[in-house]
């Protein structure tokens, strides 16, 4: 797959896939990694330990502490794909040290909730 580097690291884990933008600051739960925002598709799911595969983060730029609070309670996902770097996402995840990349919207399309995949962000790849 084709992707932009954004934050580089490497994570191997399953995959949580939305269609839906998520916004960290009042939509996930910063203790336990529960999406908490009842409109959302994700209602009720963990981002803990998952490739979050999303389209891009909507909201305040203090969802980027949001993010580090998930990874600081332990309940941050291992990293995450998504459409559009937002500056949200991109400082939440460099401040946190979990890899961000930026797929092309066939690639992301084609990516399954439950699969099993390696990011890895310091080759530029999905695996």
């Known amino acids: 797959m084709n992707i932009k580097i954004i934050v580089r690291g490497k994570a191997k884990g399953t995959v949580l896939y939305t269609r839906h933008p ?4 009042g939509g996930i739960d ?3 990694g529960q999406v908490r925002d009842r409109n959302h598709d994700l209602f009720g799911k963990s981002i803990r330990d998952k ?4 389209p891009n983060g909507v909201g305040s730029s203090v969802g980027a502490y949001t993010i580090y ?3 600081y309670n332990k309940s941050a996902p291992l ?4 459409l559009k770097a937002d500056i ?6 460099a401040i946190s040290n979990i890899p961000l990349v930026v797929a092309e919207k066939k690639e992301y399309e084609s990516l399954k909730d439950c699969q099993e995949i390696t990011v890895d962000a310091i ?3 999905i695996l």
Do not use: D, P, Q, R
Not at 88 to 93: E, L
């Open 69 to 71: 609070s998930l990874k």
């Open 88 to 93: 949200t996402t991109a400082s939440g995840c």
């Open 22 to 25: 998520v916004n960290f600051l």
């Open 79 to 82: 990293a995450m794909v998504c």
């Open 30 to 32: 910063k203790k336990t």
């Open 123 to 125: 080759e530029g790849k």
């Open 51 to 54: 490739i979050l595969v999303f």
